[in-house]
């Protein structure tokens, strides 16, 4: 039952983002379309300058909360509290930071970035979902949240289709996280699940939670550091009409990044269980979901290389035609993204969170020294590069670096080895359970 709630809440979410990534998409497009390349790399440089401040609203606390909360329901208060408190703290850094930071810029969106910043602070609340993820009660927060984002996204249209400002579309864009993280906060109090309170937190627990989760909030760090370094160092090492062309490129590409993270999500709780209950059940498991993942991204980029001067043509226009080349070369990163979901599970079940850190900062260093090389050559043709070869380090070449880490490659391995056998089997227990 549990395995089928896992599958039951796993579609759910990828059918909720599906809706939401068109309306997403959408947007994206008429603001690349409407706006042109200049105020559409503009748009994306504030989002990837604000971005790198999120891991401190997270403190690497969003899995750890999930994995005890499953161990220890009667406590799930305790966690969620101690994980909230902590964020919080976490959120204030990230302002202080982001001041610092625009003071040294010096950029003309100084104003927007830090509104940004302080926007995105109410995201988290968003640990309210690893809560109910771990209860596998999902569908409790997607009626509103999805409603939320939906008409935040119609918003967003019109105001694009009316030639509005940058700064109410940055605006807007920083709603999104106060009334998400508002909705999850109404979902949670009307509930009364802030009642169920068996042990009282603690300055002692706060910082006890805040060591579990420092290694992840490193990690995350430098995860995001790799994932958006290079449209930063696009504006400044060349323009924002750059920054445009890579974005368009990069966003057909990422855009199918959440749906291996919300997979991983909806089944942290079942591999946390098996964990302690079944080594071959676990490691099946594994092994199924690495195997889906992988042949599901490989085909995928595959698909991509062949039709991204069409895509390309057809989505952006005519004004876009050098993304073709940066989209046929950033696809195949999402093979290491879709690998790495599963990846980043396994470091947390096995309590190895400092490995994850040392991913991170291997792809981190790789793209950040292969940027400033490539990109005032190549421009994002060398940023592509640059960031395929940082996503196969962190999630791939790195596991061959520490003795530990080593398992996860030959799970990985014979993951793909027996790929055919897993999908067989995988087919055949989700029709078991539906019986």
């Avoid at 919080?88 to 100084?110: C, D, E, K, T």
């Avoid at 805040?210 to 060349?238: E, H, R, V």
């Avoid at 966003?251 to 591999?271: D, G, H, M, R």
């Avoid at 043509?313 to 993304?323: A, F, K, M, V």
């Amino acid at each position: 039952m549990s395995t089928f709630l896992g599958i039951k809440n796993s579609l759910l979410l990828i059918l909720e983002k599906c809706i939401l990534l068109c309306f997403v998409f959408f947007n994206s497009v008429l603001l690349a379309r409407i706006a042109g390349p200049d105020a559409f790399g503009q748009y994306a440089y504030i989002l990837s300058i604000a971005s790198l401040f999120l891991p401190l609203c997270i403190m690497g606390l969003n899995n750890i909360v999930t994995k005890y909360i499953v161990k220890n329901p009667s406590n799930a208060h305790y966690y969620l509290k101690s994980a909230l408190v902590v964020r919080l703290s976490g959120a204030i850094l990230s302002l202080v930071l982001g001041l610092m930071l625009v003071l040294v810029l010096n950029s003309q969106h100084s104003k927007l970035i830090i509104l940004l910043i302080l926007l995105q602070s109410f995201s988290v609340f968003y640990v309210i979902e690893f809560y109910f993820l771990a209860k596998q009660q999902v569908t409790i927060l997607l009626k509103i949240r999805t409603f939320t984002l939906i008409a935040l996204n119609i918003v967003k249209c019109i105001v694009i289709l009316n030639g509005s400002s940058l700064n109410l579309l940055i605006t807007l864009q920083g709603l999104e996280y106060v009334l998400i993280g508002g909705s999850y906060v109404f979902v949670y109090i009307h509930g009364k699940h802030h009642n169920l309170i068996k042990r009282n937190t603690s300055k002692r627990s706060y910082l006890a939670l805040a060591q579990k989760g420092k290694w992840l909030l490193f990690s995350g760090i430098a995860a995001t550091i790799y994932l958006k370094i290079d449209q930063i160092m696009l504006a400044n090492l060349l323009d924002t009409h750059a920054v445009a062309y890579y974005a368009a490129a990069s966003k057909l590409s990422e855009v199918w990044y959440v749906f291996p993270v919300l997979i991983a999500n909806a089944f942290t709780a079942q591999l946390s269980h098996l964990k302690s209950n079944s080594d071959l059940k676990y490691h099946t498991l594994l092994q199924q979901l690495i195997a889906t993942l992988t042949v599901t991204a490989l085909l995928l980029s595959i698909a991509t290389y062949f039709i991204a001067p069409t895509l390309i043509s057809l989505i952006y226009g005519d004004q876009y035609s050098s993304s073709a080349t940066i989209l046929s070369i950033h696809i195949f990163a999402s093979i290491f993204i879709f690998q790495r979901a599963i990846l980043s599970k396994w470091l947390i079940i096995e309590r190895l969170y400092k490995y994850s850190l040392v991913s991170s900062l291997c792809g981190a260093v790789t793209n950040i020294v292969l940027n400033a090389l490539l990109i005032p050559k190549y421009a994002g043709v060398g940023a592509a590069w640059a960031t395929v070869i940082s996503y196969m380090v962190a999630s791939y070449g790195f596991l061959f670096l520490q003795t530990k880490t080593k398992a996860y490659a030959q799970i990985l391995h014979q993951a793909m080895l027996n790929s055919p056998a897993l999908f067989k089997s995988l087919v055949l227990q989700i029709r078991l359970l539906k019986k």
